[in-house]
């Protein structure tokens, strides 16, 4: 089962909210290896007109299914047995992972401001375009989106074990065209989190290994669900602006409003 089943017999054993003394059952001091960050920052902008040439493209499967029809939103892609054929109609886009490639980076700390440093960088944001041809056949092309940063950040000190700089990414398009010669014009709303960050021993508080529970098989037992509610209903706690919203909603003739009168 999950650590937050409502089958699981010891929750105190597992991940989540403190009742009580964060100090109630520490045992230990362990240390741990982790990437410690140092710094980071939040960048998310438009982008307008932003031009992408796609490097490769892969046909759409005819009976691929996406999440309307069972559950998952991946896409079945085949090789493609013939050229997109004109006109093309631009559909969507969106980033294809998390981690942005960085390149192109200088980091030059500034003497009237100690401890911090002007980081330039270009951070590639890889993505997949979904386009059709007059055949009606969708296709998924290869992408990069490349954003220029130039942004404040503050650097710890010179160490054995160097600081290293990491972006996490993610994009989707507001809308595209095609141009032509395997290039789209896009709008795209990126955000980019710049970090610097370094991997460390850290001594840190521990309360024992995480005991895992078993793992519960999946089934259509729709009476769990029905024995996981309360006994008996609970009372509805509802302040003023509440009650005068939600009767207000009644007079109207709104149904199911759940007022409290």
Do not use: H
């Amino acid at each position: 089962m999950s650590f937050y089943s409502y089958k699981n017999g010891n929750p105190c054993a597992c991940p989540g909210a403190i009742s009580g003394s964060a100090l109630d059952g520490l045992q230990e001091k362990v240390c741990v290896q982790v990437k410690r960050v140092y710094d980071s920052c939040l960048q998310q902008e438009q982008l307008d007109d932003k031009e992408v040439v796609i490097t490769s493209y892969a046909m759409v499967a005819a009976n691929s299914c996406n999440c309307g029809c069972g559950g998952t939103d991946a896409t079945e892609t085949v090789a493609p047995t013939s050229a997109p054929v004109p006109p093309i109609t631009f559909e969507s886009c969106r980033s294809t992972t998390t981690e942005g490639t960085i390149r192109n980076l200088t980091v030059e700390r500034l003497c009237d401001r100690p401890c911090f440093a002007r980081v330039r960088c270009k951070i590639d944001v890889p993505i997949d375009i979904l386009f059709v041809d007059s055949r009606c056949q969708e296709y998924i092309g290869k992408g990069v989106i490349t954003v220029d940063k130039d942004v404040l950040l503050s650097i710890p000190d010179e160490s054995i074990v160097p600081y290293a700089m990491e972006s996490m990414v993610s994009a989707i398009c507001v809308a595209g065209r095609y141009l032509g010669n395997n290039r789209f014009s896009l709008t795209v709303c990126v955000t980019v989190v710049l970090k610097v960050l370094a991997n460390v021993e850290i001594l840190i508080p521990s309360y024992g290994f995480c005991p895992i529970p078993p793992c519960e098989e999946f089934a259509d037992n729709v009476c769990d669900e029905f024995f996981s509610l309360p006994l008996f209903p609970p009372a509805s706690l509802c302040n003023n602006d509440e009650v005068a919203i939600r009767n207000a909603a009644c007079n109207t003739g709104s149904r199911g409003c759940g007022c409290c009168r």
